[in-house]
Each structure stands twice: as C-alpha cells, then as structure tokens.
C-alpha cells in the first residue's frame, strides 16, 4: 500500500498569517517545532485531537479543514 503524502501548502500560510511562526503553532498544539517538522515533512501525522483544536480555534468550515490537513500532493 501506498503512503499518502499530504501539501500543507495552505495549513502554512495559515500559520504564517494567524501564529505567525511554526514554533508558535507548535506551542499551541502542545508539540515540539520538531515534531511538527516531522509532520510537514512526512515522517509523522496529524492527531484528530490537534486537527480539532485548530478547527475549533479557527472557526473553520469543513472544507477549510479538508484544505488545511488532507490536500494530497500530486507527483
């Protein structure tokens, strides 16, 4: 089976726009920068958990979240 790989293209501009920093982000979520490092990078995931709390925080609509976390990267 193959690994889904996921474009946080646009999760990052929000960071940029709304945490202003990947540390901060990470903070809010309650991980290290490393870790979301890993994330961004495909060595880790994103937990419902941390995908919630972002959601929540932002008052996002369902498509935003689909964007944010789930966009896959075409080859």
Known sequence: MKKIEYNYNKLRGMIREVFKTQEKYAD???ISEGQLYKI???NSYFNQAQISKTAIFLNSTAQEIFDYFFTEKVE
Request: glycine share 34%.
């Open 40 to 42: 961004f990078n495909g």
């Open 28 to 30: 809010f979520l309650g």
